[in-house]
């Protein structure tokens, strides 16, 4: 992921979310003001859950005051479950001048399908009611910096928006009176690496792990995911693209684009394609496919659809 061009073109029409959401919202504003006697709401978390009801309160509202962040995410996503903490993380670090609103896809299809999300993790911003498009995939933390850093700049300096003055950062308090158990110390330092952009660092970290416990689900992962950034960090996305349409016989340009709409998020595309690859080679390229294939399952987990369903296409193209 390249951090995206803040020009505010290419944004996302949210007038649709808003006359779908209204209805809903103010039942929502409705219940709540008779629970609590129609005082003042409490102040907000830094990070939020927010669903169609509260779209248009807690996200379209409040992005006059504070940049919004928007997570679209699931249970069942390995990338999600790699990005979410960092994405809490950098926000809280922000203290007030970012809102990350967490947005689970299988409760909220209406704002998926608004927000034309196509694969997930997807990361968006709403800055004085208008959405645009950050990112989508997986990145590493110093690339997610650069991209939130140039949010912030451009809220304040186009809209006028500095965010919520005064915040302290979260999760102090719950750390000193909560203590999280112990990280194990390989797994942590794996972590780190990947979130700096230590790729070769995070790699080497996950393989130590697995040598000691080879069945670490959280190493599998890591390893993986970490692998695939490696692959596509360096890559000319639009040469690789022209290459595979070019040459589509040429099975290590079509892994390319595999890696390349894996790291993207288009997760059904990458599978497609590959087993595409294994149904029509043979012999060492069929292997250089279905081998590629076993590492993106990796990626998103064992228990992930859409990893049942390649699975089950690829048997089908073996056999």
């Known amino acids: 992921m390249q951090p995206r061009n803040m020009s505010m073109s290419g944004v996302v029409d949210l007038a649709a979310v808003k006359a779908a959401t209204e209805a809903k919202q103010k039942a929502e ?7 609590e006697g129609g005082g003042p709401a409490a102040p907000q978390s830094l990070v939020i859950d927010v669903d169609e009801a509260g779209f248009e309160a807690d996200v379209l509202q409040r992005s006059a005051e504070v940049p919004v962040v928007i997570d679209f995410w699931a249970e069942w996503c390995e990338p999600c479950k790699q990005l979410s903490p960092v994405l809490e993380r950098i926000t809280r670090e922000y203290a007030g001048r970012l809102l990350l609103a967490k947005i689970d896809v299988d409760k909220n299809q209406m704002l998926m399908q608004q927000f034309g999300v196509q694969g997930i993790p997807a990361v968006f911003a709403v800055v004085a009611g208008q959405a645009l498009p950050l990112f989508q995939g997986a990145a590493p933390e110093q690339q997610i910096r650069a991209t939130l850093d140039q949010l912030v700049q451009v809220a304040e300096q186009r809209f006028g928006i500095t965010g919520l003055q005064g915040v302290p950062e979260e999760g102090a308090e719950e750390t000193a009176a909560e203590p999280e158990a112990p990280e194990d110390p390989v797994l942590a330092a794996a972590q780190q690496a990947l979130d700096s952009g230590d790729l070769p660092g995070a790699i080497q970290a ?55 709409d894996m790291a993207g998020g288009h997760v059904e595309d990458a599978f497609g394609r590959l087993v595409d690859v294994v149904r029509r080679t043979a012999g060492e390229d069929r292997d250089a496919a279905r081998l590629r294939l076993l590492e993106l399952f990796e990626v998103i987990g064992a228990e992930d659809p859409r990893v049942v369903s390649a699975r089950a296409a690829l048997a089908r193209a073996l056999f």
Do not use: C, H, I
């Not at 504003?29 to 629970?35: D, E, F, L, N, V």
């Open 29 to 35: 504003q409705a219940r709540t003001a008779s629970a």
């Open 206 to 260: 996950y393989r130590n792990k697995l040598a000691d416990e080879p069945a670490n689900v959280e190493a599998k992962v890591g390893l993986a995911m970490a692998e695939l950034l490696g692959r596509v960090q360096d890559m000319d996305a639009r040469q690789v693209r022209k290459d595979a349409a070019d040459r589509p016989d040429d099975v290590p340009a079509q892994l390319k684009v595999a890696d390349l």
